[in-house]
């Protein structure tokens, strides 16, 4: 059924108003919350550098690249992975880091959007669910 999916997927306009499954929109995070969780600004070690970015690119570039795939089994590993970290001690790693947007005093903000993408990923995995992410 996952493989179904994904070529439903590739298929699927984002702007038509469809919605295949709940999204979470992490706004401008990505980089500094990718950062903090890998130590890199790009790449880092599996699984916790798929948890911004996914895996497999998969379909056309939507803006900032093609979208990138997790299946359900990368997901249960970055929900085991992530599920052990803390929200403050990542936003005080991400710190002063060169990373987009730049220049933002974060206050908190990394702390609670890795708070909302972990329990995206805890409920995610123990659905059974892979994921499809991008950046737009």
């Known amino acids: 059924q996952f493989p179904q999916f994904v070529e439903t997927y590739k298929s699927w ?4 108003g469809s919605v295949l499954m709940e999204k979470l929109d992490i706004g401008k995070t990505w980089q500094a919350l990718h950062f903090a969780l890998t130590g890199e600004q790009w790449g880092g070690d599996e699984p916790l550098c798929w948890t911004v970015f996914g895996d497999e690119e998969i379909g056309d570039d939507r803006g900032y690249g093609p979208p990138r795939l997790l299946t359900p089994k990368q997901v249960a590993d970055v929900a085991k992975v992530i599920g052990a970290l803390d929200g403050d001690a990542l936003e005080a790693a991400a710190g002063d880091a060169d990373v987009y947007p730049g220049g933002v ?5 990394i702390s609670r959007v890795f708070e909302a993408v972990r329990d995206y990923y805890a409920q995610a995995a123990a659905e059974g669910n892979g994921m499809i992410l991008w950046l737009s």
């Open 13 to 16: 306009p984002i702007d038509d």
């Open 105 to 109: 005093d974060w206050d908190g903000e």
